[in-house]
């Protein structure tokens, strides 16, 4: 029966066995030709299966159009695409319809928040530099006590 191991049998420099006939692989050694270190197989790897999904992504939708107006012209006589285009057209013309108002609408509250600034800076001058110096004292001493942490 074989004798157990102990702490102090094991040492602290690894024993290094040769298992085959060839001469051990030293660090920096280019790797044989066509093989790759697993690092560089799993990254090239991963590269590739993504190449080919993209690739056939493409594929399928260069095949689409092709498609739609086989599908489109069994149904109802009239490709899919052709009927789309108002549809897409429809769709354009409310997102910019949507755009423009929330842009107005913005402009306007903009004006409308610096009209009141004004005149809250022409009716209360002394006011307003008293409370943008204690804005300032109260920002610059939550700095310093977030910053002590």
Same mark, same amino acid.
């Given at each position: 029966?074989?004798? @157990?191991?102990?702490?102090?049998?094991?040492?602290?420099?690894?024993?290094?066995? %040769?298992?085959?006939?060839?001469? @051990?692989?030293? %660090?920096?050694?280019? %790797?044989? /030709?066509?093989?790759?270190?697993?690092?560089?197989? !799993?990254?090239? $790897?991963?590269?590739?299966?993504? &190449?080919?999904?993209?690739? &056939? #992504?493409? !594929?399928?939708?260069? !095949?689409?159009?092709?498609?739609?107006? +086989?599908?489109?012209?069994?149904?109802?006589?009239?490709? +899919? +695409?052709?009927?789309?285009?108002?549809?897409?057209?429809?769709?354009?013309?409310?997102?910019?319809?949507?755009?423009?108002?929330?842009?107005?609408?913005?402009?306007?509250?903009?004006?409308?928040?610096?009209?009141?600034?004004?005149?809250?800076?022409?009716? $209360?001058?002394?006011?307003?530099?008293?409370? /943008?110096? #204690?804005?300032?004292?109260? +920002?610059? #001493?939550?700095?310093?006590?977030?910053?002590?942490?």
């Amino acid at each position: 029966m074989a004798d @157990p191991l102990r702490a102090d049998d094991i040492s602290s420099e690894p024993v290094l066995t %040769p298992t085959s006939s060839e001469p @051990p692989v030293l %660090p920096g050694t280019p %790797p044989a /030709f066509g093989v790759l270190p697993p690092a560089r197989y !799993r990254l090239s $790897y991963t590269a590739e299966s993504l &190449g080919n999904s993209v690739g &056939g #992504a493409v !594929r399928r939708m260069r !095949r689409l159009p092709g498609r739609l107006r +086989i599908v489109a012209g069994r149904s109802t006589g009239q490709p +899919i +695409i052709e009927s789309s285009t108002g549809t897409v057209d429809n769709l354009k013309e409310a997102a910019q319809e949507q755009f423009d108002d929330w842009r107005d609408s913005s402009r306007r509250v903009i004006y409308q928040l610096r009209r009141r600034a004004r005149e809250i800076r022409n009716d $209360y001058p002394l006011q307003t530099v008293l409370a /943008f110096g #204690a804005a300032g004292f109260l +920002i610059g #001493a939550t700095l310093r006590v977030w910053r002590s942490r």
